[in-house]
């Protein structure tokens, strides 16, 4: 039951965009169409997921251990950018489809916070692995959610009449707060 | 303090060796000339060149798929810095615009007042848009908010887009953005490669012109005083403009529906207009020029249509060089037009125009005598194009055909271009009643003959000259006996002094086609003559050529090629202008050499010619275009000024001038623009009423697809 409030909270209640605002660049830059939010949604998750386990790890049995919990967000880095460039030659060779689909948005997402926080995260919260892994879908499941929300909303922002003024990043980052204020609506859901 | 030191050093040491292990294991065989124009892109990853971020548009550029100018962050610099490390000529980069097929705009009719959402997609959810038409252009700007490069600005007296050539960058966002599907984004090589389809619809002269120029266009510019667009209409089909504003017979004005009450366009007077204007600023409107493919094309005779081949394949991008035997270019418009109706240095502008675009031209040289085909072929050149004329003028098998003052008339015409002596005499005869025996007829009576007579087998309705020839022809004095067939040749010490002719009479074949020639008996007459010269009729020269590459040929001694793909007997070898079809017009020989360079682009780049969907080839049915009620009447003022026929004589001086800007103007707005349908009726002044009959609108040329823009 417990997995299942972790689920749930940090998809919707402590939703990763919305609710903690990390990772709001590709929110505003690549949620200009539904196919495109499809993909870097998709990178998102893929990447979130590997990273944590991997910064997890390095975190409970290597910085742990030896007393060097400080040096985590220096090395979080390291480890994340050098996954993604691992990923991508990898995928480059192995799958030139998934390449294709995800290529780009891998390196975008190098150095995404919302990554990063999720990793982050993890270890202040000192989750087991299982709890880990949870947090980890749930939390980039919930990334993905907002975004293509965000996406279909900005669709149709874009055929409808908006002052001048308020064209573009203005309306969209109003849509975003107002989202924002809907999620944060959860909160007494769970916590 | 050590600890956590080599830790990280330790991390980023292991990272590095994976991550360096990893690139050699799964390395993958790339061109290296992909990661040099990535780096030499800006690395924004915005997605504008409509690739999947920077490294797909490098791949992209290095597969040519995309030009070297996509990115558009990037702009001009990139693209030079790229196009200079791959070795391309950027200058010319094919520019891709977008342009929209509709010009209907306001003046469509409404189906209801509309008040919604000021957004084309919006406005289409409600019964598929307001105005009547179902293609046209709803005209709320949706293209003009979609394009982030201010390349768009909705006109507001017609409604319609107006697309800036120099802004607009290609990246296809108000194609994605247009829910109607009417823009497109066309480059030059569209509209060299495209041909006229049934599913278009087309003005008749458009129809009717062999070169397919797009008339209606050329005049609507000219109409707004813009020469230089007008002029860009007419290369995109026709790269002698000068020479073809002066000698075609317009075909196109056969057709004008003016002549249903009026006296048709005077099409080529406007041409003939735009293209003197050119020539008088002594400064040429700029061509695009593709970049380089890398491919070299060989051009065989340095004609019309040898020049119009080599004009497009390499605005096409591939390099070209042109074989001429003579050691000038020109074919047939120098060596036989004379000098009263086109001037050499007339065609020598037009001549430059082609030659500029960085085209290689080798004189004095014969093929079949100094070089052949397969040399050509192992050479270096991938195709090879044919276009040699008909050189070769038929002489007729009479009695006494050895005397001397008996030429052919090409012969007689090719000497007042040449070193070779002119010929002159006291009385012409000459047989036939084509342009070049005109030509011939004329010339005679400038070089000081006394008497010129022509005579011609045939009714005076079968003369094939273009009509006005035959008519300045006989106000010079030229003295035409139709119905009038050769005998034989008389001489004196071998010596021409005369001919004997014999009245005929002419009886319809039943098949159609030429009508049989019966003899009057005793009608027989001789007519005094000492120079004799035959316009009969001309063919290739094709003997050496045949006995070197086996060439195959037509029982005309034509080349014998394919009629969709001009290709020759042999693979990579194609043939078109005279030398194909017999001596027939410089337009047709034009377009024969634009057609010739679609296939032999096609034949170089891809190995296979594809075939033109619904090509046209009949005159549409006059239906398919709307019909014409209450034509106001206006008559022709674009009169061309002649000199009169004092002045003429002794003097090859040009007979006709070029009409005056005003009278071009004037002439340009007679256009009745047929082909454009969508008029609302209720707003039209009466004289331009129209009844819209179905009239399918243009195909859309896309050559770029539509790729989903990332990011
Ligand atoms: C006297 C005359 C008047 C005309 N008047 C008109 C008119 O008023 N209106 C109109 O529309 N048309 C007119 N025409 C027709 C028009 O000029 C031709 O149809 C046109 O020039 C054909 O072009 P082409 O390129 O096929 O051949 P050409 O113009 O004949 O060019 C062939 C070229 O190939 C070269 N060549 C030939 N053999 C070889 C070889 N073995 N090796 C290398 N090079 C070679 C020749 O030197 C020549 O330069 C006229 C033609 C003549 C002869």
């Known amino acids: 039951m417990d997995l299942f409030y972790l689920a749930i909270s940090s998809t919707f209640v402590n939703n990763i965009l919305l609710a903690q605002y990390l990772g709001h660049c590709p929110f505003l830059g690549v949620s200009k169409r539904i196919g495109t939010a499809l993909g870097m949604a998709a990178a998102i998750i893929f990447v979130t997921i590997l990273s944590a386990i991997f910064t997890w790890s390095t975190f409970t049995y290597v910085l742990r251990p030896y007393g060097l919990e400080f040096l985590q967000t220096l090395t979080f880095i390291l480890i994340i950018a050098s996954l993604v460039q691992l990923v991508e030659i990898i995928l480059k060779k192995k799958s030139k489809a998934l390449y294709n689909a995800l290529g780009v948005y891998l390196a975008l997402i190098t150095t995404n916070c919302a990554v990063m926080g999720v990793a982050l995260l993890i270890t202040r919260k000192e989750l087991g692995f299982i709890e880990m892994l949870v947090f980890a879908i749930a939390s980039s499941v919930g990334y993905a959610l907002a975004l293509l929300l965000f996406a279909g909303h900005r669709e149709r922002l874009q055929i409808s009449a908006i002052p001048k003024s308020m064209q573009g990043t203005a309306i969209a980052l109003v849509t975003a707060g107002i989202m924002s204020l809907a999620f944060i609506g959860f909160r007494g859901m769970a916590a | ?711």
């Open chain 2, 1 to 711: 303090m050590t600890a956590p030191i080599l830790l990280l050093t330790g991390i980023a040491f292991i990272a590095a060796i994976i991550l360096g292990i990893a690139s050699r294991l799964f390395f993958v065989d790339e061109d290296p000339r992909i990661e040099a124009v990535a780096n030499l892109l800006p690395g924004a990853n915005c997605g504008g060149c409509g690739q999947a971020g920077c490294n797909s548009a490098a791949e992209a550029i290095v597969a040519r798929k995309v030009e070297v100018n996509v990115c558009v962050v990037g702009g001009t610099e990139t693209a030079e810095e790229i196009g200079e490390y791959l070795g391309y000529d950027v200058a010319g980069a094919e520019p891709m615009l977008a342009c929209s097929s509709c010009e209907g705009g306001y003046r469509a009719a409404r189906k209801y007042h509309y008040s919604g959402l000021q957004d084309c997609r919006a406005a289409l959810q409600l019964y598929h848009g307001f105005i009547r038409c179902e293609n046209g252009c709803l005209g709320l700007g949706s293209c003009e908010r979609a394009c982030r490069f201010s390349a768009i600005r909705m006109d507001p007296e017609s409604g319609l887009p107006i697309f800036d050539p120099e802004r607009c960058v290609g990246c296809g966002s108000c194609i994605e953005t247009c829910p109607k599907g009417i823009i497109s984004l066309v480059g030059e090589k569209t509209k060299i490669l495209h041909w006229n389809q049934y599913t278009q619809c087309l003005s008749p002269c458009r129809q009717r012109c062999p070169a397919q120029i797009d008339i209606p266009k050329y005049l609507a510019h000219a109409r707004r005083g813009e020469y230089g667009a007008a002029l860009s209409a007419i290369k995109d089909k026709n790269p002698l403009p000068v020479s073809t504003g002066r000698v075609c017979p317009e075909l196109c004005a056969t057709q004008c529906r003016r002549t249903i009450n009026d006296d048709p366009l005077a099409i080529n007077s406007i041409k003939r207009f735009v293209s003197d204007w050119e020539r008088s600023s002594g400064k040429r409107i700029p061509v695009p020029v593709a970049a380089d493919t890398g491919h070299k094309i060989a051009v065989v005779g340095g004609g019309p249509s040898g020049l119009s081949a080599a004009y497009y394949l390499r605005r096409l991008g591939h390099q070209v060089e042109i074989f001429e035997m003579m050691p000038k270019l020109g074919g047939m418009p120098r060596y036989g037009i004379p000098e009263y109706r086109l001037s050499e240095e007339q065609l020598q502008w037009d001549i430059d125009g082609v030659l500029e675009l960085g085209i290689t031209a080798h004189t004095n040289v014969t093929l079949g005598k100094d070089f052949t085909i397969q040399f050509l072929l192992k050479n270096g050149f991938d195709a090879v194009y044919l276009a040699i004329g008909a050189w070769h003028g038929r002489l007729l098998p009479l009695e006494g055909k050895e005397l001397t003052g008996i030429y052919s008339g090409i012969d007689y015409l090719r000497r007042f271009h040449t070193d070779e002596e002119t010929i002159t005499g006291q009385n012409f005869v000459i047989i036939g009643a084509g342009n070049v025996a005109m030509d011939c007829a004329r010339s005679a009576l400038r070089t000081g003959a006394s008497s010129v007579h022509l005579i011609f087998r045939f009714s005076r309705d079968l003369m094939e000259a273009n009509a006005h020839e035959i008519a300045d022809a006989e106000k010079e004095g030229v003295v035409m006996s139709c119905l009038v067939s050769p005998v034989r040749f008389i001489g004196e010490g071998g010596r021409l002094t005369g001919i004997e002719v014999q009245k005929v009479t002419l009886q319809e074949r039943a098949g159609g086609g030429l009508p049989d020639v019966i003899p009057v008996e005793g009608s027989n007459e001789v007519l005094p003559c000492d120079v004799l010269i035959q316009a009969v009729g001309q063919a290739a020269d094709l003997n050496d050529i045949i006995e070197a590459d086996g060439l195959a040929k037509t029982r005309y001694n034509t080349i014998d090629a394919d009629e969709e793909t001009l290709q020759t007997s042999l693979p990579g070898v194609f043939a078109g202008g005279d030398c194909y079809s017999g001596p027939r017009l410089l337009v047709e020989a034009i377009a024969a050499g634009r057609y010739a360079a679609r296939s032999i682009h096609y034949y170089v780049t891809t190995g296979e010619i594809p075939a033109i969907e619904y090509r046209q080839r009949e005159m549409m049915a006059p239906a398919m275009i709307d019909s014409l009620v209450n034509v106001v009447p206006q008559p022709t003022n674009a009169i061309k000024p002649i000199i009169p026929l004092e002045e003429r004589m002794a003097t090859f001086r040009e007979v006709e001038g070029t009409i005056s800007e005003r009278q071009c103007q004037l002439e340009a707005t007679r256009c009745l623009n047929c082909g454009i349908y969508c008029y609302d009726q209720d707003d039209l002044p009466l004289d331009q009423l129209r009844i819209a009959k179905s009239c399918p609108n243009e195909p859309h040329i896309v050559e770029k697809e539509k790729n989903a823009l990332a990011a």
